[in-house]
């Protein structure tokens, strides 16, 4: 069992940017793919992007391409979401989640197993 815990996030200026992180408590995570999500009050839950378990792979939801950054450091068992440019409408709730071990790319939520609790980020103008 993987768990997963997000922080860094909190309130900035549209414009501003934040860096989240997704630390695992488990050694199984330097072997599968990690992502980042987020829902927005009323909104449904959006792909933000997964990088491999090797960090090698990484894939972007088109809106947030070069605005995020994700990353990891397996020796850490962390994952990092660098956010610039934040706008308003990215004000959401942002999760962490680990990918089936095997399944790569993973871009839906029925591809993850694994789910932290949430980080808050809200962007204002």
């Known amino acids: 069992q993987v768990q997963l815990v997000e922080s860094g996030g909190g309130s900035v200026q549209a414009g501003g940017s934040l860096r989240l992180s997704c630390i695992a408590s488990?050694?199984?995570?330097?072997?599968?793919?990690v992502g980042w999500f987020r829902q927005a009050p009323g909104k449904d839950l959006e792909f933000v992007a997964g990088?491999?378990?090797?960090?090698?792979?990484?894939v972007y939801a088109d809106s947030v391409k070069r605005r995020f950054t994700i990353s990891r450091d397996n020796a850490k068992s962390t994952v990092y979401l660098e956010m610039n440019s934040l706008k308003i409408e990215e004000t959401a709730k942002y999760y962490c989640?680990?990918?089936?071990?095997?399944?790569?790319?993973?871009?839906?939520?029925?591809?993850?197993?694994?789910w932290g609790p949430g980080t808050q980020v809200t962007v204002s103008s």
């Open positions: 488990a050694g199984t995570f330097r072997s599968i793919g």
């Open positions: 989640a680990g990918a089936f071990p095997g399944v790569w790319p993973a871009r839906t939520r029925f591809e993850y197993k694994y």
């Open positions: 990088v491999s378990w090797t960090g090698v792979s990484i």
